[in-house]
């Protein structure tokens, strides 16, 4: 794999926006840019779904909001290895309720089909084991051999800290300075050779450079190689905090591996013998570069992707359960078509399911997606579900819990419709639960409609519910329910959009936000029209900011049939100006036939 694309936004467009409008902030503006940007054998199913081979309509039902079951690997048999040499054409069977040990070798297969043979729960793949022979190193740090480089360790189900400084809650030190190639600071310990320095040199970005030599109170760093970073470079007195050392190891919940030992301290304290699972960097599943492969009723748990299908065209994943990868959960970039139905995918670290160049005409619905993003130390996600450049994706009956960045993301020709999002921007900021834009500027023709999202960064004062992003037009956003967010909803430098038969409540900020960046006229003809607002406390129904001015504002939208329930007088924020709503009235001239009542 040769090419890594970068993120869309201009790392110095975003740190602009932000910098301009933290002096409007205390006038009511706001924005920025959004990082454009071991025991059960029978893991519980999901029910059977067909894949969709035509273009399909949302579904009237709610996504199913059960916690997600943690597919694990079946110790009580032996392992038994990875099928091997398989032909194209072929249909490979899969024992039921058996657990495969190594990597499944897909790559530029075509017309393949992977299932599980019988009734007795998903066979489960991964290239790790289990593992024993723990004793006790010192303290409550236990040790076992290891015969390889672990990525990826899991105890009782859930996978654990790479040992790290500074630790928590502290979690970030702070650079006294950097470049493209060093950073500089005096560590409590020498010992950093081939250690991970993980950063951040935005809000919205974490970046990670191996770390090549230490002297003098300051690190020297590889070049960029990282697929699940972005490659923004390192500058100034960034934060920053280092993983991957034994002497790291000093607090529960971490491990690190040394000179062919994994070391443990457990958050309880106790032996991690017959707990622990332990796994390489190495894929489940290497798919790159097939075409028409099936995957159907399988589990994948331990590895570094779930799925690595990059390049991969009409990969079909059904019923596929994934857990506790140390990178991605599907991997598709530059790929196409991607169908992924009824799955449930909990604990990676980078996003659930990618497709970050490339693609087009993904279907992903009844998806169960916990902890994208959010899982250890803070590191990149960039979205729960991402296809950031893909076209006429559908993102369907979904439910995205507990993401670290963005919940769903989308691009052109795209229905993101009926999902559930409860729990995004968890671990970065500028961000929303679901994001869209158009950084070339064309129209977007797409629908975001009759979603739930709630829960994203309410103490964030950079956190939308629905975000459209940068240039974001011809979008309709229609019969969604926004509440308990840092703000409902944003349009940041977007035009001719459509806000309709949404429901706003408990948003902490504000329902909706218009920004406008620059020297130029760009957000108008947006239409507001048929929501319903509540606000319980001092949350404005509006706040309209522009860099051109008061006069600039008057023009960002048309709102009629709106129905509003406040009990406040602060009604809109209106260029640093807050407004009754009689006075939002004569204001914009808008919103006659709309109602004002009281909780």
Same mark, same amino acid.
């Given at each position: ?42 893991? %519980? ?17 709610? $996504? ?8 694990? $690997? ?5 392992? #038994? ?26 790559? %530029?297969?075509?017309?393949?089909? =992977? ?8 066979? =489960? ?42 630790? @928590? ?13 060093? #950073? ?61 050392? #034994? ?67 009409? #990969? ?48 992903? @619905? ?127 430098? %977007? ?47 509006? @706040? ?10 008057? @023009? ?44």
């Amino acid at each position: 794999m040769n090419t890594i694309a970068l993120p869309f936004t201009r790392p110095a467009l975003a740190a602009s926006i932000l910098a301009a409008l933290a002096t409007l902030a205390a006038c009511g503006g706001g924005g920025g840019s959004a990082g454009s940007a071991p025991a059960d054998a029978t893991p %519980g199913l999901l029910p059977s779904v067909s894949t969709p081979t035509a273009p399909v309509q949302p579904d009237t039902t709610q $996504p199913n909001t059960t916690q997600p079951t943690i597919p694990q $690997p079946n110790t009580t048999q032996p392992a #038994l290895p990875v099928p091997g040499a398989i032909a194209n054409g072929s249909t490979v069977l899969l024992e039921c309720g058996r657990s495969y040990v190594g990597t499944l070798d897909l790559k %530029g297969k075509s017309d393949v089909t =992977v299932k599980t043979a019988g009734s007795c729960g998903n066979a =489960v793949l991964s290239p790790g084991q289990a593992l024993s022979g723990w004793s006790r190193h010192e303290g409550n740090v236990y040790s076992a051999p290891v015969a390889f480089d672990v990525g990826q360790l899991v105890l009782d189900g859930q996978p654990l800290e790479r040992a790290h400084w500074p630790n @928590r809650p502290q979690t970030w030190a702070k650079a006294s300075g950097s470049s493209a190639t060093t #950073l500089s600071h005096a560590m409590p310990n020498g010992d950093l050779v081939g250690a991970t320095l993980v950063f951040r040199p935005y809000d919205w970005a974490v970046e990670a450079r191996r770390i090549t030599g230490y002297s003098a109170g300051t690190m020297t760093l590889a070049s960029f190689d990282k697929i699940n970073f972005d490659g923004y470079a390192l500058s100034g007195a960034v934060d920053f905090y280092v993983e991957g050392k #034994l002497w790291m190891l000093d607090a529960p919940g971490e491990w690190a591996v040394s000179e062919g030992r994994v070391y443990v301290w457990t958050p309880d304290g106790q032996s991690p013998q017959g707990r622990v699972w332990v796994a390489p960097e190495r894929d489940a599943i290497d798919a790159r570069d097939s075409r028409r492969v099936t995957l159907e009723g399988v589990n994948v748990y331990g590895a570094a992707n779930g799925i690595n299908a990059l390049g991969a065209t009409d #990969l079909r994943v059904q019923n596929v359960n994934i857990a506790n990868m140390s990178a991605n959960g599907i991997l598709n970039s530059g790929g196409a078509r991607l169908q992924v139905d009824g799955a449930i995918i909990r604990n990676v670290r980078h996003p659930a399911i990618s497709v970050h160049w490339g693609g087009g005409g993904e279907v992903i @619905r009844n998806v169960q997606v916990d902890g994208a993003g959010n899982i250890g130390m803070p590191t990149h996600a960039r979205a729960a579900i991402h296809m950031v450049a893909s076209e006429g994706s559908q993102v369907l009956n979904n439910s995205v819990r507990n993401a670290g960045y963005i919940g769903i993301r989308a691009f052109r020709n795209s229905l993101i419709a009926n999902n559930t999002v409860d729990g995004a921007c968890l671990a970065l900021t500028d961000c929303g639960g679901i994001y869209i834009d158009a950084p070339d500027q064309q129209p977007l023709n797409a629908r975001i409609e009759n979603n739930t999202v709630k829960n994203v960064g309410p103490d964030q004062r950079l956190a939308w519910g629905i975000y459209l992003g940068d240039r974001a037009n011809g979008v309709t956003v229609a019969g969604n329910t926004i509440s308990a967010s840092g703000n409902g909803l944003e349009i940041l430098n %977007g035009h001719d959009n459509r806000i309709t038969g949404n429901h706003f409540s408990g948003n902490t900020q504000a329902h909706i936000q218009f920004v406008e960046f620059g020297s130029q006229t760009v957000v108008r003809n947006n239409q507001v029209s048929g929501n319903t607002f509540t606000s319980t406390g001092k949350q404005e129904m509006y @706040r309209l900011s522009s860099e051109l001015g008061s006069s600039a504002v008057k @023009r960002f939208a048309s709102y009629a049939d709106n129905r509003y329930i406040s009990s406040s007088s602060a009604f809109a924020n209106y260029q640093g100006e807050m407004l009754s709503f009689a006075q939002w009235q004569a204001r914009t001239g808008q919103d006659g036939n709309s109602t004002l009542g009281v909780p």
